[in-house]
T-cell receptor
Framework: NAGVTQTPKFQVLKTGQSMTLQCAQD?????MYWYRQDPGMGLRLIYY???????DKGEVPNGYNVSRLNKREFSLRLESAAPSQTSVYFC?????????????FGPGTRLLVL | EDKVVQSPLSLVVHEGDTVTLNCSYE??????LLWYKQEKKAPTFLFML????IEKKSGRLSSILDKKELFSILNITATQTGDSAIYLC????????????FGKGTLLTVNP
C-alpha cells in the first residue's frame, strides 16, 4: 500500500496563477482532509470530505475549492494564487490504526507563491 | 471557537532526560484527543485517547487524558536524539464528522 500520496511535491506559482493539488489514498477510507501548515501555526483545516460526494469547509477555506472525484481522490484547487497561500499543504485520510482511529497524512506539497 | 494550547512551545534537553509536554483544550463535541510526531515531513500518529485517567503507552512514550480539567500530557522517558521533532496535540472536535483541531505544537530538541 502506498498510503496517501500527493502531487506535486513542490510548486512555484506567480500571483494570480491557478493550480490543482492532487491527493489519492489506497486504504479504502471514506473521509479525506486538506490542511495547510505555516510556521508556528500548527495544521489548519481547509476543507474535508466525510464521504464520496460530500465536501465541507474547514477553518480556512477562502481562496480554495475542492473536488472529491471518487473514493480515492480528493483534489484542492487554487483559482487565483496569492502570496498568503504560500504554505505546506497536507492531505490526510481517516482510518483505524493499532493504537486508535487516526488521520494518515501524505508527504505534503510545498507551495511558494511569488 | 475551538482552542488548543500546547506548552512549552519549545524545549531543549539532553539525551536521557525525561520530558513532559502539555496540551489544554476547549472544544465542542469532544470525542477523543490525538498526539502526533512531526519530523521534517508529515505528522505520524502516536496515540488516541478517549477516556480520562487511562494511560496509553508505547515504548518510552506515554500519554494520559483528563477530561474534567481538559488537558492531556505526553511523557517521553530516556530521550534520544531521534525524539527531536514537533509534537502536535489534536482534539477531535467534530463529533460524528471527526474534525481535528491542532495545537501549534511543541518543538523538542534532544542534544547528545
Amino acid at each position: 500500500n502506498a498510503g496517501v500520496t500527493q502531487t506535486p511535491k513542490f510548486q512555484v506559482l506567480k500571483t494570480g496563477q491557478s493550480m490543482t493539488l492532487q491527493c489519492a489514498q489506497d486504504m479504502n477510507h471514506n473521509s479525506m482532509y486538506w490542511y495547510r501548515q505555516d510556521p508556528g501555526m500548527g495544521l489548519r483545516l481547509i476543507y474535508y470530505s466525510a464521504s464520496e460526494g460530500t465536501t465541507d469547509k474547514g477553518e480556512v477555506p477562502n481562496g480554495y475549492n475542492v473536488s472529491r472525484l471518487n473514493k480515492r481522490e480528493f483534489s484542492l484547487r487554487l483559482e487565483s494564487a496569492a502570496p498568503s497561500q504560500t504554505s505546506v499543504y497536507f492531505c490526510a485520510s481517516r482510518g483505524l490504526a493499532p493504537l486508535g482511529e487516526t488521520q494518515y497524512f501524505g508527504p505534503g506539497t510545498r507551495l511558494l507563491v511569488l | 471557537e475551538d482552542k488548543v494550547v500546547q506548552s512549552p512551545l519549545s524545549l531543549v534537553v539532553h539525551e536521557g532526560d525525561t520530558v513532559t509536554l502539555n496540551c489544554s483544550y476547549e472544544v465542542t463535541n469532544f470525542r477523543s484527543l490525538l498526539w502526533y510526531k512531526q519530523e521534517k515531513k508529515a505528522p505520524t500518529f502516536l496515540f488516541m485517547l478517549t477516556s480520562s485517567g487511562i494511560e496509553k503507552k508505547s515504548g518510552r512514550l506515554s500519554s494520559i487524558l483528563d477530561k474534567k480539567e481538559l488537558f492531556s500530557i505526553l511523557n517521553i522517558t530516556a530521550t534520544q536524539t531521534g525524539d527531536s521533532a514537533i509534537y502536535l496535540c489534536a482534539p477531535n472536535s467534530g463529533g460524528s464528522n471527526y474534525k481535528l483541531t491542532f495545537g501549534k505544537g511543541t518543538l523538542l530538541t534532544v542534544n547528545p
